[in-house]
């Protein structure tokens, strides 16, 4: 089945140590997305890659980084710069930008930190 | 700048009923796309109804539909025969014609609760 895949699923850190969350899709999607999902506050944008090898910050980026070698992951990196990281985060794909806003949302990861 | 506002933070609905979800939004523009997107307990977050600003006729897919009233400025979402499967997070969101996904603009959510 087609679809996006992110893991893990719940993962746990302690303070001043990095983590990186994976995010995979087998759609063929050129376009990928990472948001953080935090109660009351929606989705806000982290990073976006629209083509392999090349990604945006988004609205929220300072602590976060990524990388886009293939097409089908993105994986997220929360460092330790980022000052609350304990969030739920979504990635997500779409086939570029048409139909408008369909996007295609892995089950999300729960990162805490303690 | 676009705003979406959902003001609703959770609502619940006996099973069977029919449950209306609020979300308006502010643009200067006369050209845009509406969105509900549902974000059940399992966490994937999936389109439920896609809403087109020229268009005047209400968009519906099967059990939802919307009332999109454009000089208002409101965009809500109506649930009918709710089912316990209805239980999840709703999103309204906003994007302008010609703008990237990533431009997408996002309310704050629905915790929508079914009571059996």
């Known amino acids: 089945d087609g679809g996006i895949t992110q893991s893990p699923k719940y993962l746990f850190r302690k303070e001043g140590q990095n983590v990186t969350l994976s995010c995979e899709q087998n759609l063929n999607h050129d376009a990928m997305y990472w948001y953080r999902q935090d109660p009351g506050q929606g989705l806000r944008l982290i990073y976006y890659?629209?083509?392999?090898?090349?990604?945006q910050k988004g609205d929220i980026a300072e602590g976060y980084s990524v990388s886009r070698e293939k097409k089908e992951s993105f994986p997220l990196t929360v460092t330790s710069a980022q000052k609350n990281p304990t969030a739920f985060y979504l990635c997500a794909s779409s086939i570029g930008n048409s139909p408008p806003g369909e996007l295609f949302f892995g089950e999300g990861s729960r990162l805490t930190v303690l | 700048a676009q705003t979406v506002t959902q003001s609703q933070p959770e609502m619940s609905v006996q099973e069977a009923e029919t449950v209306t979800l609020s979300c308006t939004y502010d643009?200067?523009?006369?050209?845009?796309?509406l969105f509900w997107y549902k974000q059940p307990p399992s966490r994937q977050m999936i389109l439920v109804i896609r809403?087109?600003?020229?268009k005047q006729q209400n968009a519906t897919e099967n059990r939802f539909s919307v009332n999109f009233q454009k000089a208002a400025k409101s965009f809500s979402l109506k649930i009918s025969d709710s089912q316990l499967g209805d239980a999840a997070m709703y999103f309204c969101?906003?994007?302008?014609?010609?703008?990237?996904?990533?431009?997408?603009?996002w309310g704050a959510g629905t915790k929508l609760i079914i009571k059996p």
């Open positions: 643009t200067s523009e006369s050209d845009y796309y």
């Open positions: 969101a906003y994007v302008r014609p010609g703008r990237s996904n990533y431009q997408l603009i």
């Open positions: 809403q087109e600003a020229y």
């Open positions: 890659s629209q083509i392999v090898n090349d990604f």
